[in-house]
């Protein structure tokens, strides 16, 4: 199974920061046909998740554009350009290259 | 306006069947490319991606857990299932389902195996 590690598990920002997640994969994520099927999510308290990026830089509908994907192959960065209030919770990344599908372990941020 | 809704029997005892189906509306399972998946969270913990069926049937399976799961579907009623058998303590979670693409999620059920 590919194995996504991602790093910090946790970040505290104040408002207005800019930060960035990183999502390491066991294996490229590049098919053969030259996809990549990396997706971030993010879970706030009590919610299912909610789609971010898909396919490493698209922006998911209605998605704030002070999210932003990008990477290649093993390495992914999700970036938040000017952390707000209701971006805490916990981050995901998932790859759907390989099966089967797998997860990140997840990054908690928290709001100073 | 795509939305799904997950039901299932809320607590049930070790080594019974647990059956999950997922109720959505905005798509059909029976348009080509369409698929569902179902995905499991413990409280507190990560997600697990457990299976998916395509709108032609097709299906694929955690491995970890082949053995012990089903999924179908019931296209005439916008309906996908999932069974996991011999049910313990570790089955324990919230149960999400999901179309294929990432964008739209059920709000999870909540399932408890307990004695």
């Known amino acids: 199974d590919v194995v996504l590690t991602q790093t910090p598990s946790t970040l505290s920002a104040t408002i207005g920061q800019s930060v960035s997640i990183s999502c390491r994969s066991s294996?490229?994520?590049?098919?053969?046909?030259?996809?990549?099927?990396l997706y971030w999510y993010l879970q706030r308290p009590g919610q299912s998740p909610q789609l971010l990026i898909y396919?490493?830089?698209n922006l998911g509908s209605g998605v704030p554009n002070r999210f932003s994907g990008s990477g290649s192959g093993t390495d992914f960065t999700l970036k938040i350009s000017g952390v707000e209030a209701e971006d805490l919770g916990v981050y995901y990344c998932?790859?759907?290259?390989?099966?089967?599908?797998?997860f990140g372990s997840g990054t908690k941020l928290e709001i100073k | 306006q795509v939305t799904l809704k997950e039901s299932g029997p809320g607590i049930l005892q070790p080594s019974q069947t647990l059956s999950l189906t997922c109720t959505f509306s905005?798509?059909?399972?029976?348009?080509?490319?369409?698929?569902v998946g179902w995905i499991r969270q413990p409280s507190g913990k990560g997600l697990e991606w457990l299976a998916n069926?395509?709108?032609?049937?097709?299906?694929y399976y955690n491995p970890s857990l082949k053995n012990r799961l089903t999924i179908s579907k019931d296209t005439s009623n916008n309906q996908a299932f999932l069974k996991i058998t011999n049910v313990d303590t570790a089955d324990t979670a919230t149960y999400y389902c999901?179309?294929?693409?990432?964008?739209?999620w059920g709000q999870g059920t909540l399932v408890t195996v307990s004695s």
């Open positions: 998932m790859q759907a290259t390989h099966a089967p599908l797998t």
């Open positions: 999901a179309r294929i693409g990432g964008a739209y």
């Open positions: 905005g798509f059909s399972l029976s348009t080509y490319g369409m698929g």
């Open positions: 294996q490229s994520l590049l098919d053969s046909a030259g996809n990549t099927y």
């Open positions: 396919l490493v830089s």
């Open positions: 069926i395509w709108w032609d049937d097709d299906k």
